[in-house]
T-cell receptor, first 114, second 111 residues
Framework: NAGVTQTPKFQVLKTGQSMTLQCAQD?????MSWYRQDPGMGLRLIHY???????DQGEVPNGYNVSRSTTEDFPLRLLSAAPSQTSVYFC?????????????FGSGTQLSVL | AQSVAQPEDQVNVAEGNPLTVKCTYS??????LFWYVQYPNRGLQFLLK??????LVKGSYGFEAEFNKSQTSFHLKKPSALVSDSALYFC?????????FGTGTRLQVFP
């Protein structure tokens, strides 16, 4: 059972480039979310989804897009990378359509934007 | 604004001694409360949660947390620390779709 799988683990981008961070879970979880982790700021919610075809914004959505075409996958797209998006990104899922149960986290993607 | 505060960036404790990691929250309603732990180069792992009922909640790896409604606090505790408990600990509060995390407290347990 793989749990929550994130790819890539590391990525370096130049300012203005676009890319997609992949997230997949094999637990049939309804809820999926993306967080960014920055020093001294903890984890901040970017976008979340409570099921296939449903997405919504979190605390820091600007510069990011998401889609949820299947229950398993929840990719995060950076449209035009900026140095302020240098961070560690975590995908998380939960079997309920909410965070009321525990979240399962992926191992993270470390992104540097030059 | 709603927030979760972890007032200590780092907590140092000797192995075998009790430990406490502090958390206070300012979140409307009756939020669910959580503790997560992060080991180096890993994602967060669930430790325990509080929904309602008994103010002392027991979780994984011998950890427990004490809920205090009047002080809006949810402190993480362990009676006897292990070196392997050294990690980054996050408190979180919320309900339904959104969870607010604190900034994290690094726990260092010395042999």
């Amino acid at each position: 059972n793989a749990g929550v799988t994130q790819t890539p683990k590391f990525q370096v981008l130049k300012t203005g480039q676009s890319m997609t961070l992949q997230c997949a879970q094999d637990m049939n979880h309804e809820y999926m979310s993306w967080y960014r982790q920055d020093p001294g700021m903890g984890l901040r919610l970017i976008h979340y989804s409570v099921g296939a075809g449903i997405t919504d914004q979190g605390e820091v959505p600007n510069g990011y897009n998401v889609s949820r075409s299947t229950t398993e996958d929840f990719p995060l797209r950076l449209l035009s990378a900026a140095p302020s998006q240098t961070s560690v990104y975590f995908c998380a899922s939960s079997f309920q359509r909410s965070t009321n149960e525990k979240l399962f986290f992926g191992s993270g993607t470390q992104l540097s934007v030059l | 604004a709603q927030s979760v505060a972890q007032p200590e960036d780092q907590v140092n404790v000797a192995e075998g001694n009790p430990l406490t990691v502090k958390c206070t929250y300012s979140v409307s309603g009756n939020p669910y409360l959580f503790w997560y732990v992060q080991y180096p180069n890993r994602g967060l792992q669930f430790l325990l949660k509080y929904i309602t009922g008994d103010n002392l909640v027991k979780g994984s790896y011998g950890f427990e947390a004490e809920f205090n409604k009047s002080q809006t606090s949810f402190h993480l505790k362990k009676p006897s620390a292990l070196v392997s408990d050294s990690a980054l600990y996050f408190c979180a509060a919320g309900r339904e779709e959104k969870l607010i995390f604190g900034t994290g407290t690094r726990l260092q347990v010395f042999p």
